[in-house]
């Protein structure tokens, strides 16, 4: 079974500077595919960015890029020019590739504060 | 832009009682998630829909839990009886496509946050 491990349960940054956020992940398949959700307090999760396994090319999405590093297991995320609207938890998530039944598996979260 | 609807918001209730969530989901989704998401934890899976037939519910307790989607469109589900560990965020969530097309994103409503007294 695939695992998601996100290793800190906590960060805080700066408004207008870069954070990274972590995430690893254990599975035995080549082709799958990773997200991160923020999940703003008491508001509805939302993706914000999504990666293919099969692809060499780091996933950017304006103010947010990710890092993958597929034999390292390792997918993290990095928000630049944070803003105070960036606040609100963080999971990355891990989906099986067409054929599975099983779909996203979510690692433990990174609460994010955003300093004014 | 179209939303996941979910109701209630908010729900307290005494052990031993039972309690139901209703989801909406987008219009044209044809594949429904159920997730439980304790406090400080990531969602887990509890039952997904496609259409009106359970594709898994494999983490479902289904001693005391029940899920349908008589229509294929908004769901039910169902907690009887209700324990103290229950309480935690019931999310729904919908997709275009089936439950093995894996591209699809994944929306998601605002949540039922049950509390068991």
């Known amino acids: 079974a695939q695992t998601v491990t996100q290793s800190q349960p906590e960060m805080s940054v700066q408004e207008a500077e870069t954070v990274t956020l972590s995430c690893t992940y254990d599975?035995?398949?080549?082709?799958?595919?990773l997200f991160w959700y923020k999940q703003p307090p008491s508001r509805q999760m939302i993706l914000v960015i999504r990666?293919?396994?099969?692809?060499?090319q780091n996933a950017t999405e304006n103010r947010f890029s990710v890092n993958f590093q597929k034999a390292a297991k390792s997918f993290s995320l990095k928000i630049s020019d944070s803003q105070l609207g960036d606040a609100a938890m963080y999971f990355c998530?891990?989906?099986?590739?067409?054929?599975?039944?099983?779909?996203?598996?979510f690692g433990s979260g990174t609460q994010l504060t955003v300093l004014p | 832009e179209a939303e996941v609807a979910q109701s209630p918001r908010y729900k307290i209730t005494e052990k031993s009682q039972a309690v139901a969530f209703w989801c909406d989901p987008i219009?044209?989704?044809?594949?429904l998630y159920w997730y439980r998401q304790i406090l400080g934890q990531g969602p887990e899976l509890l039952v997904q829909?496609?259409?009106?037939?359970?594709?898994?519910d494999s983490q479902l307790p289904k001693d005391r839990f029940s899920a349908e989607r008589l229509k294929g469109v908004d769901s039910t589900l169902k907690i009887q009886p209700a324990e103290l560990g229950d309480s935690a965020m019931y999310l729904c969530?919908?997709?275009?496509?089936?439950?093995?097309?894996?591209?699809?994103?994944?929306?998601f409503g605002p949540g039922t946050r049950l509390t068991v007294l």
């Open positions: 829909f496609q259409d009106e037939s359970v594709v898994d």
């Open positions: 969530a919908s997709k275009t496509g089936t439950p093995l097309t894996s591209r699809d994103t994944q929306y």
């Open positions: 990666q293919e396994a099969y692809k060499q």
């Open positions: 998530a891990y989906r099986s590739p067409s054929g599975s039944a099983r779909q996203l598996t």
């Open positions: 219009s044209g989704h044809a594949t």
């Open positions: 599975t035995s398949e080549s082709d799958y595919y």
